[in-house]
């Protein structure tokens, strides 16, 4: 079967321009989790928890859903446009579903805030992490569930390494070094906030989640409002 991937509003195939994630060093990357605070980042929507803790001897966010909480996000202080994004992600709990926005913002709706956006999904394998789903918006998935072949890239039993590269109408995910998605959205917004997202959860007990080693290149004069980790 040929590569293509899907421009999410007409559904028209276009090639894919995968090739192996940059090398290099790690100039003008910058952290946005200091390791010791979570200062330059705002809580928004639910009653999740959201804390720093050692985890595998290194400093983390760990994300905690709450009973009868909708989706909480921890949301950036600072907006981005055009940007490389990394993290590494791990899901305590197996059958959690979390996510990572990009390019977002919040709307209100009789007094309920809503985070909307493209969000890089988070889920155990078989699944669909490092797809896309546009968040709060109505249109779903950015390229349609059933092309999503690579089901088995996120390891259910440790760190995950996300990258995510959003350059104009493109945008391009990675998952522990595999090409996910590659996609042309005209549609969706050019510049927002990133945000960690903890997902409402049904189960026993607390659904975790757990991002550490977050950090951002900017690659343009997108950035702006205060905040941001020293």
């Known amino acids: 079967?040929?590569?293509?991937t899907f421009t999410p509003e007409s559904g028209e195939p276009v090639p894919l321009r995968f090739g192996?994630?940059?090398v290099g060093g790690d100039d003008g990357f910058v952290e946005l989790f200091d390791g010791k605070t979570l200062a330059g980042w705002e809580k928004r929507s639910g009653s999740a928890t959201f804390e720093v803790e050692q985890v595998d001897g290194a400093p983390?966010?760990?994300?905690?859903?709450?009973?009868?909480?909708?989706?909480?996000?921890?949301?950036?202080?600072k907006t981005y446009g055009d940007?490389?994004?990394?993290?590494?992600?791990?899901?305590?709990?197996?059958d959690f579903?979390?996510?990572?926005q990009i390019r977002s913002n919040v709307k209100f709706d009789g007094g309920r805030e809503i985070v909307?956006?493209?969000?890089?999904?988070?889920?155990s394998s078989p699944g669909s992490a490092g797809y896309l789903y546009d968040q709060g918006t109505g249109r779903g998935w950015l390229v349609p569930r059933e092309r999503h072949v690579k089901q088995n890239a996120f390891n259910n039993r440790g760190?995950?390494?996300f990258r995510v590269e959003a350059r104009g109408d493109e945008i391009k995910t990675y998952l522990n070094g595999e090409p996910i998605a590659d996609l042309t959205d005209r549609r969706g917004a050019k510049s927002g906030f990133v945000a960690l997202q903890v997902h409402s959860y049904q189960g026993q007990g607390?659904?975790?989640?757990m991002w550490r080693n977050v950090r951002i290149k900017p690659l343009d004069d997108a950035a702006a409002g205060g905040g941001g980790a020293p």
């Not at 607390?206 to 989640?209: L, N, P």
């Open 1 to 4: 079967m040929r590569n293509v």
């Open 60 to 77: 983390a966010i760990v994300g905690r859903s709450a009973a009868g909480s909708p989706s909480t996000y921890l949301c950036t202080e």
């Open 206 to 209: 607390a659904g975790v989640v």
């Open 159 to 161: 760190w995950n390494l």
């Open 116 to 123: 909307y956006g493209p969000q890089v999904d988070v889920m």
């Open 97 to 100: 579903n979390s996510g990572v």
């Open 20 to 22: 192996p994630p940059p």
């Open 83 to 94: 940007f490389v994004l990394e993290f590494e992600c791990k899901l305590s709990t197996r």
